[in-house]
């Protein structure tokens, strides 16, 4: 079988679905793999090393896509990407199904097999291939260095012969993936880290990496819902989380927001009122800006500034650092095709009764496959 990885269109995305590393590895087994050409470039993967790995360079769009069996991609297909796609093919790409019910039916009508990365379940055996992890860790990083960009002070605290300076204060709101990363990031460049999350079992995770675990008294709930994800919490709940992070709002100086609930709107937790009490020249990141935001006054895609704070909203974090992420989400790719090619021939298998294949299945042969049922209770 053909793999095609085309050049992302979507507008400002600079990654690649595939390395020139994995490229080769996939060559190993047994597929032949072509890359539009230009396709890495803006992650700085040259044409010149897919070709040194084996790769075919194929100038046209729609050479590479109609000459392809598999069509590997990061972002969903939209326009004449969508267009592109004929009956038997097999799309690998970000897909989010529940957001995306037209694509879903355009796919299912096309007669495409398409498998999505962000419905890959996340049991232990299938993190190898948890895209979603492997882009949160990234954002967390990232969302601490923009803050950095931003922010008109050291992060460690230092004494100089020009005078001392405190260490900067951050609060890492939602301590999943991408919060536990920031966590870290922000601790190894030397600041004081205090954090929130709804499920209090990241307490000791918080406190492992040297931050501060806020606490909240309220015995009677628990954020943790199905599968270990976070639920809705009662208004009373939220009306108390964010009195807590009103008294914290004065005092630090970067708030991180991360807090999502699977399927639902972002919760907002960050007023107005709290960005005027801070600190003329504090920052505050919301990753969740792409899914509505976390504070009511971030713009999703910009930068802005309100009432001398900075609030970052880029929907494109990941993509900032395309180098990097191309490497990671390449190989949740390899992952995933090296489960399905088990004859190692260059043969994929869509294997219906293998709970991560079932699962991040969303189409195949004419019928729309997702929701997948429920994972049977052992
Ligand atoms: P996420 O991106 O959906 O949410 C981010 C965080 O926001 C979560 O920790 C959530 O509890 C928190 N949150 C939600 N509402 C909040 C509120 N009102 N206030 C404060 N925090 C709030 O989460 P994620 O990073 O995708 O991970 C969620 C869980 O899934 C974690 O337990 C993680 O360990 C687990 N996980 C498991 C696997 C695996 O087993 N393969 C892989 C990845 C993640």
């Not at 053909?2 to 190993?28: C, D, M, W, Y």
């Not at 009490?277 to 969740?288: H, N």
Request: hydrophobic share 40%; aromatic share 6%; glycine share 10%.
């Amino acid at each position: 079988m053909k793999i095609g990885i085309p050049k992302e269109i979507h507008q400002g995305e600079r990654r690649v679905a595939s390395t020139p590393e994995v490229v080769a590895k996939l060559s190993k087994l047994g597929f032949s793999v072509a890359v539009e050409a230009g396709a890495g470039a803006a992650a700085s993967y040259t044409d010149d090393a897919y070709a040194a790995a084996g790769c075919e360079i194929v100038g046209s769009a729609n050479d590479l896509w109609a000459q392809s069996d598999v069509v590997l991609k990061i972002r969903a297909p939209e326009g004449d990407e969508v267009k592109r796609l004929k009956s038997g093919q097999t799309l690998i790409s970000f897909l989010w199904p529940a957001q995306n019910p037209d694509l879903l039916k355009n796919l299912t009508d096309r007669g495409i097999t398409a498998i999505a990365m962000d419905c890959i379940p996340r049991i232990s055996r299938a993190q190898k291939m948890d895209a979603l992890s492997s882009m949160s860790n990234i954002s967390g990083y990232r969302a601490i260095v923009e803050a950095a960009e931003h922010f008109g002070r050291f992060f460690t605290g230092q004494i100089t012969a020009a005078g001392k300076v405190q260490p900067a204060k951050v609060l890492v709101i939602g301590a999943g993936v991408a919060g536990l990363a920031a966590i870290g990031t922000a601790r190894g460049m030397g600041a004081i880290v205090r954090s929130f999350d709804t499920r209090p079992e990241v307490k000791e995770q918080i406190e492992s990496m040297d931050a501060q675990f806020l606490m909240l008294d309220f015995k009677d709930e628990n954020g943790t819902g199905e599968g270990g994800y976070a639920k809705v919490m009662s208004d009373e709940f939220i009306k108390a989380e964010m009195a807590l992070f009103a008294e914290q709002a004065a005092d630090v100086d970067i708030i991180v927001t991360t807090a999502l609930i699977p399927g639902k709107p972002a919760p907002r937790l960050i007023t107005a009122e709290m960005i005027k009490s801070m600190k003329a020249g504090s920052v505050v990141v919301d990753l969740a800006a792409e899914q509505g935001g976390n504070c009511e006054l971030t713009e999703p895609g910009k930068v802005v500034v309100k009432h001398g704070v900075s609030i970052i909203g880029y929907t494109d974090i990941p993509s900032r650092m395309a180098t990097q992420s191309s490497q990671l989400y390449s190989n949740n790719l390899y992952n995933l095709i090296t489960d399905m090619t088990p004859g190692k021939n260059g043969e994929i298998l869509i294997d219906m009764d293998d709970e991560v294949i079932r699962g991040a299945t969303v189409c195949t042969g004419g019928k729309t496959t997702w929701p997948p049922p429920a994972p049977k209770l052992s």
